[in-house]
């Protein structure tokens, strides 16, 4: 077994799940939407920043935390934008369950 072989295979299977389509679908419907665009640009950069901090072991600022359920929100009455983070949600939680496989697969190793 080849382990590049499989990579590509799970590349191509990553490509092939509803997750990927329905995400890359939701892309080009947010593309046509530069107002959408730009406030899921803006919810997924804070959302990233929360994330880092957390990463690091900071507790999340709760004005921060606020402001982004607020985006949330806001972001759900577009229809366009809605449909996106749903997707791109749905697709990061299936990354993240591939990623957690792996991790726990090298931690065998690793530890």
Do not use: W
């Amino acid at each position: 077994m080849n382990v590049y072989d499989e990579m590509n295979n799970l590349c191509k299977a990553i490509k092939e799940s509803h997750e990927y389509k329905v995400l890359v679908e939701a892309k080009g419907k947010l593309a046509t939407d530069s107002s959408a665009e730009s406030m899921v640009k803006d919810f997924l950069k804070q959302k990233q920043e929360l994330e880092i901090a957390q990463y690091q072991g900071q507790k999340p600022d709760d004005a921060k935390v606020k402001k982004m359920q607020d985006l949330y929100n806001v972001l759900q009455l577009n229809p366009v934008a809605g449909e996106y983070i749903q997707a791109y949600i749905r697709f990061q939680m299936m990354f993240g369950d591939l990623s957690k496989t792996l991790s726990d697969t090298l931690k065998e190793v690793m530890d």
